[in-house]
């Protein structure tokens, strides 16, 4: 492969703190690719690793001419590496994997042969999974039947990040936060044909699991987000008239949509409980009607900061740096439990302290809403990801790059 051709295929590998993983993985890889016999080039996405895992890439890429290591300045999760990683990947062809090897590049010709079978997302299913059955297995089965059940997409294993991709269509799929795990829903939105491969899995020897029991609630504010982003952005749309309905995000979308829709969504039921009450409680009642206001004040500058940040590729807005950069993770997180607590503790009150308990409550819904906005808006900027995490690009095909921090 010269300097300016691109290749056939990408694989992108995030990786956090996986200093013995990396050597021996990019070693089966290579492996594997050289037996496939097609271009292709593999791009390590260090997500801010705190051991030698960097070092190690460095050394491995003086001598590899097909290695691309990009650097987080930190920890930015394994979403953003996977987005960051199909931003620089050139291939047409995509495959993303675990940097622990959990999975087995030996599953990779499989997975490249079923996407030739006209599909666009071939997802893997660990279906004898190596991991604790308790604390890994049960709830990964329950997450994926929920996730199914939501979504409409009936994918056995939406965790596994053993995927095979058609470039085209997963450099559409927004991806931030912790939506990784809901690759193949958005995927279904920009109309990506799917089909699933039962795939190895192995445990881990070396370096240990970044996710603990916490990612259970994780993935249910994921779940309650992925279904507010699609209510925002999703416009059902049938622009051949042929029978495949396709939604679309952000291009087509009018800015008065989010104005009204959000606003009317989130201040209306406000307002009728509020004029409700007025008879019974006017504290109540006026705190009701103040938190409408407040929730259709926040509606419109997100949508107003929504709309800037589409229509000039920027974030231009005084909310995006703070929500992308300071929350770029999940907004939701930060502003979810202390909302859910506010609220829980205006409810306790209301016995022994009715003044107080509505204003609590108010707030605490208030909070958790701001949570919902942010994530708006980190799904608004989610293809900008790589402008606020990476660092450094080290390319086989060209010098060190240096990326500039932009803020
Ligand atoms: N990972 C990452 N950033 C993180 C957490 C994880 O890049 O903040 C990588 C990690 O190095 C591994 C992959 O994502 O390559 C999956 O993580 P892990 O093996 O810990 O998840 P599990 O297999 O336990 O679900
Ligand atoms: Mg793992």
New binding site residues.
């Given amino acids: 492969m010269n300097a300016t051709q691109k290749p056939y295929l990408s694989i992108v590998?995030?990786?956090?703190?996986?200093e013995e993983n990396v050597r021996p993985l990019y070693e089966k890889i290579r492996t594997v690719c050289e037996a496939i016999g097609r271009t292709y080039e593999v791009l390590f996405?260090d997500?801010g690793s705190q051991d030698n895992t960097f070092e190690v890439l460095s050394e491995l890429r003086n001598q590899e001419h097909h290695l691309v290591v990009i650097r987080f300045q930190e920890?930015a999760?394994?979403t953003a590496?996977m987005a960051a990683g199909f931003e620089f990947a050139q291939g047409e062809r995509i495959i993303s994997m675990?940097?622990?090897l959990?999975n087995d590049p030996a599953d990779i010709p499989q997975l490249l042969e079923k996407l030739d079978e006209d599909y666009d997302l071939v997802c893997g299913w660990r279906r004898e999974r190596q991991?604790k059955f308790w604390t890994?297995r049960v709830p990964s089965v329950a997450a994926n039947w929920i996730i199914s059940k939501v979504t409409g997409v009936a994918i056995h294993d939406n965790?596994c990040?053993l995927k095979a991709y058609r470039a085209e269509i997963i450099k559409q799929v927004p991806l931030y936060g912790e939506m990784h795990r809901f690759i193949p829903a958005m995927s279904k939105v920009v109309g990506a044909r799917i089909a699933e491969m039962v795939v190895k899995h192995h445990p881990?020897r070396f370096g240990t699991?970044?996710?603990g029991l916490s990612r259970i609630w994780r993935v249910i504010l994921d779940i309650l987000a992925f279904k507010l982003i699609l209510s925002i952005f999703a416009r059902q749309s049938n622009p051949n008239g042929n029978s495949l309905t396709q939604k679309s995000y952000d291009n087509e979308i009018n800015p008065k949509f989010h104005v009204y829709r959000i606003a009317a969504f989130l201040s209306l039921p406000f307002f009728i409980i509020g004029f409700l009450l007025i008879n019974v409680a006017i504290i109540a009642a006026l705190s009701c009607i103040g938190m409408g206001i407040s929730l259709m004040g926040i509606s419109l500058i997100t949508s107003w900061s929504i709309s800037k940040a589409q229509r000039e590729a920027a974030d231009l807005s005084p909310l995006a740096p703070f929500f992308i950069y300071r929350c770029a993770r999940r907004p939701i997180r930060y502003f979810g439990p202390f909302g859910t607590l506010l609220t829980a503790l205006g409810g306790i009150l209301t016995i022994g302290f009715p003044n107080v308990s509505p204003i609590l409550i108010n707030t605490g819904i208030l909070i958790f809403c701001c949570g919902l906005f942010g994530e708006a808006i980190v799904f608004a900027n989610a293809k900008r990801v790589k402008d606020y995490t990476v660092e450094i690009v080290l390319n086989a095909r060209e010098d060190v790059k240096r990326i500039e921090n932009v803020l």
Wanted: aromatic share 8%; net charge negative.
């Fill in positions: 590998v995030p990786v956090y703190n996986e996405v997500d920890n999760g394994q590496a675990d940097g622990d959990q991991d890994r965790g990040s881990r699991s970044k996710y």
